[in-house]
């Protein structure tokens, strides 16, 4: 059961004190183990939100309690947390579909429906922007020199976003930025659009072109 109250008592070297709930109803038990946020100490006056229990000899106490600033922090953390974890998930999902892109083009280069080299390009690409990825997250991390992002939507534009998928999942860099991820995908379009082009081009060209 949930409660809401004024901390009205507080004996901070026992590490004990009452609630008076907004209900009117008795005062509740609280304990200093009992606050979530472990790094302050709470204050006479302060409005706590609280679970309610009994204890063994039926007497009311708190637990889990928390200033409602702390509680609206936790909900906005929780929130991001579960933000973050969608788009890596989404992330996830769309980089296993992304290799579905390789027998796709080993098959079109064979039936020369697009030059052989293009799945070697495409590879390549992957690598370069795989690498240049890892170097950005690892002077993220040491806060040396960063990678320009828009060489990094470029080498997407360029065939990398294959490799570029497979880092926002491996490295969780770039997963989670929105302007980065929507500027990310319109690069993909792109490059999948310059690809079908290429493939309807060669395909209007007599059989001895190739």
Sequence with gaps: MKGKGHLSQWHDERGFGFITPVSGDKPVFLHI????????????????SYELTQDDKG??????AMTIEDKQLLRQQTKQRQQKQQQYQAGRSYWVWS???????????????????????????????????AKDKAAARDNSWRIAE????????????PGALLAQHQL???????EFRQLFWLMVILNIAA????????????????
């Design 33 to 48: 183990k009992e606050m979530a946020n472990k790094s302050r100490r709470p204050a006479v006056g302060e409005l706590l």
């Design 59 to 64: 007497r009311w106490q708190a637990l889990n």
């Design 99 to 133: 290799w579905c892109l390789w027998p796709v083009l080993a098959l079109a280069s064979w039936q020369h429906w697009l030059p052989l080299y293009t799945p070697l390009w495409y590879l390549a690409m992957s690598l370069i922007c795989y690498i240049a990825y």
């Design 150 to 161: 828009s060489t990094l939507q470029i080498q997407a534009l360029l065939g990398g976003w």
């Design 172 to 178: 969780r860099h770039k997963s989670v930025k929105t």
């Design 195 to 210: 690809l079908f082009a290429l493939f309807h081009y060669r395909a209007q060209l007599p059989v001895s072109w190739y």
